[in-house]
């Protein structure tokens, strides 16, 4: 993909939850990693896909198409105010939002020139070079660390942590506003040993504060559209409140953590 043009999946507006105030967030295609949990299973792949449509079963329709950045930035414009209204802004996300960094880097760069706040969901796998070039234009990293044990990381996700990691690290030393989250997933992670290691890991970065994200089933439809097995399917979702223990098992090693 070019620099002024990307595949999108998805625009969504008035989100609470992918950083401050009221937000559009832009879905980009495409990621390096295969978790197990994802809930876009279809955002793996950058090409377009064709799914079943879940209004008419019989019927394929394409998943993404590609956009230019005018395009993105005229539809996220049209909530300008709900932005100044909430502090809120635009977040890219995905997939991995990186797969398509010249875009992404344009992208924001044009939102930042509207006075538009800029956030970004990553997994921070990415070459340094790369990170660091679309970080220059980002107000706000918002950064998954999926798990501390490297074979592990792996495992579940289908590649190493060492790049995440160090890419989190030069964020945290450049002094970047970011915000580490961590995914809560039943079996692979949510152990109060876990925790402990999390905090062993991050601790020494000079991670003081982090955001835990309960497993949840939001996905799960989009496997049976894309004809898909789920290796997560009939696990139970967590809350906030079954995370308690958890919670502070980070505060016992010296970190915040909270949903």
Request: proline residues 6%.
């Amino acid at each position: 993909m070019s620099a002024e043009v990307g595949r999108v999946f998805d625009i969504q507006k008035f989100s609470l939850h992918d950083g401050p105030g009221i937000r559009s967030v832009v879905f980009l295609k495409g990621c390096p990693m295969t978790c197990a949990w994802c809930s876009n299973p279809g955002s793996q792949k950058l090409r377009v896909l064709q799914v079943r449509d879940p209004l008419h079963p019989g019927v394929r329709v394409p998943d993404s198409r590609d956009w230019t950045v005018e395009e993105v930035v005229e539809t996220c414009l049209q909530d300008r105010p709900f932005y100044q209204e909430s502090g809120g802004g635009v977040t890219l996300s995905g997939g991995e939002a990186l797969v398509q960094h010249r875009f992404a880097r344009t992208l924001l760069h044009a939102l930042r020139q509207e006075g538009v706040h800029t956030a970004l969901e990553t997994t921070g796998y990415a070459a340094p070079a790369v990170f660091q070039r679309v970080l220059a234009e980002v107000d706000l990293l918002l950064i998954d660390v999926k798990h501390h044990d490297p074979e592990l990381h792996r495992r579940w996700t289908g590649v190493g942590n060492d790049l995440p990691l160090a890419n989190l690290a030069a964020a945290l030393a450049a002094g970047t506003p970011l915000l580490v989250r961590i995914p809560v997933i039943p079996g692979a992670n949510d152990s109060l040993a876990d925790a402990a290691a999390f905090c062993r890991l991050l601790k020494p970065l000079g991670v003081t504060e982090l955001q835990l994200l309960p497993f949840h089933q939001f996905g799960e439809r989009k496997y049976e559209l894309l004809d898909r097995g789920y290796a997560m399917a009939g696990v139970p979702a967590l809350h906030a409140e079954d995370l308690d223990d958890y919670r502070r098992a980070f505060a016992d090693g010296g970190i915040h953590a909270f949903c």
